[in-house]
Antibody, heavy 120, light 110 residues
């Protein structure tokens, strides 16, 4: 059974940085396409970015709000993915989910999410 | 990339059928058959209900069905049940090699 567990959320000041983790079990992170999706309080879902599996180049893609500020990476030895977030602003306040793209252009497994609050 | 447009709320009585629309553009919904739908109960992670417009993952009730015409996709729930009360989001792959989600629809079972 695939399980994704996010961690690393918390309170950070505007302009600060935070690194989120997504620990995976039941899958090998180097063999999966994985996205980060966020949801601001009381709002809808927003795609943040993804990392492709190694055999597809292992490249990353980002939504416009994340480009240049966020970086997705993985540690195969820990079977964990990361979302490094820099230059945070209040609009980045959200629950951040990691999710696998295990079926055709859709997100089949989701973690429980981790809350990031950007506030002074 | 603008969010796909969904009605804010849809309601129905138990046993009735309801349909949620999801309107995009020729760069997303209209361009690809890569529309997916998600059900989200309060304080829970989203759950995949459909992918490739009409494909249901194992375990999803056949009371749910998906379709698409042009730039608009739809999710229909037949035989509405109390447990169907949740938020529903559509999503589409886009020409920018990205994803866009819908604005979300709150389904209320009267």
């Amino acid at each position: 059974e695939v399980q994704l567990v996010e961690s690393g959320g918390g309170l950070v000041k505007p302009g600060g940085s935070l690194r989120l983790s997504c620990a995976a079990s039941g899958i090998t992170v180097s063999q999966a396409w994985v996205s980060w999706v966020r949801q601001a309080p009381g709002k809808g879902l927003e795609w943040v970015g993804r990392i492709k599996r190694k055999e597809d180049g292992g490249t990353t893609d980002y939504a416009a709000p994340a480009k240049g500020r966020f970086t997705i990476s993985r540690d195969v030895s820990k079977n964990t993915l990361y979302l490094q977030m820099n230059s945070l602003n209040t609009e980045d306040t959200a629950v951040y989910y990691c999710a696998t793209e295990g079926v055709s252009w859709a997100f089949d497994y989701w973690g429980q999410g981790t809350l990031v609050t950007v506030s002074s | 990339q603008s969010a796909l447009t969904q009605p804010a709320s849809v309601s129905g009585s138990p046993g009735q059928s309801i349909t949620i629309s999801c309107t995009g553009s020729s760069s997303d919904v209209g361009a690809y058959n890569y529309v997916s739908w998600y059900q989200q109960h309060p304080d829970k992670a989203p759950k995949l209900m459909f992918y490739d417009v009409t494909k249901r993952p194992s375990g999803v009730s056949n009371r749910f069905s998906g379709s698409k015409s042009g730039n608009t996709a739809s999710l229909t729930i037949s035989g509405l049940q109390a447990e169907d009360e949740a938020d529903y989001y559509c999503s589409s792959y886009t020409s920018n090699n990205a994803y866009v989600f819908g604005t979300g629809t709150k389904v209320t079972v009267l």
